[in-house]
């Protein structure tokens, strides 16, 4: 079955607001996108400026527009403040495939917010534009990252190596296996 890509959706939790990017959250992705503490298992240049950050957003916007990836920002409904992002990219029609990410301040970890988060996108993913595999590339040593995948579904593939980092694991979550676990 092919992929039905659709324009990008908002979602509404109980604690969270998971909807698009705005120009409004220049200076929160700046602050999140180069912390240390967030950058410490991700093997991408920090974005250590507003012209960094610009740029990114570009480029989210144009593969938005081109259906070729979706890219949400994770808020608290309080004060909307942009904590953390989410994504489905990487697409492949063959398999109906495509790489999950994230990334979420560290003043918000571990209270479970990804975790609402992710279970939405895996939903959509799922249910909506119908992948039948989502991949996720975890650090080794990014224990609670870990966790969380393998929390939903995901396990490692024993095959694959990440050619770009040789310090990530490859986790799948195969559709199958998804709705076995529900």
């Given at each position: 079955m092919p992929?039905?890509?659709?324009p ?16 409004t ?5 700046v602050?999140?996108?180069s912390d ?5 298992y991700?093997n ?5 400026s ?5 740029a990114?957003?570009l480029?989210?916007?144009?593969g ?12 608290l ?5 942009l ?17 999950i990410?994230y ?17 939405n996108?895996?939903?959509f ?9 989502i991949e ?5 040593d990014?224990?609670?990252?870990r ?16 050619e770009?980092?040789e ?9 199958v ?6």
């Amino acid at each position: 079955m092919p992929i039905q890509l659709v324009p990008m959706p908002s979602f509404h939790t109980k604690r969270l607001i998971i909807n698009a990017i705005e120009k409004t959250d220049d200076h929160a992705l700046v602050t999140l996108r180069s912390d240390d503490r967030v950058n410490m298992y991700i093997n991408r240049p920090k974005q250590v400026s507003l012209e960094d950050v610009h740029a990114f957003v570009l480029r989210i916007q144009e593969g938005l527009q081109n259906l070729q990836l979706y890219y949400w920002a994770i808020r608290l409904p309080i004060d909307n403040q942009l904590i953390g992002t989410i994504c489905l990219w990487r697409f492949v029609e063959e398999n109906a495939s495509a790489e999950i990410g994230y990334e979420l301040h560290p003043d918000h970890q571990g209270k479970g917010i990804l975790q609402e988060a992710l279970v939405n996108i895996l939903n959509f993913a799922e249910n909506t534009i119908l992948l039948q595999q989502i991949e996720a590339y975890i650090h080794q040593d990014n224990t609670a990252s870990r966790r969380l995948v393998e929390r939903n579904g995901f396990s490692i593939d024993p095959v694959r190596k990440d050619e770009s980092n040789e310090h990530n694991l490859i986790y799948i979550r195969t559709r199958v296996h998804a709705e076995k676990s529900v």
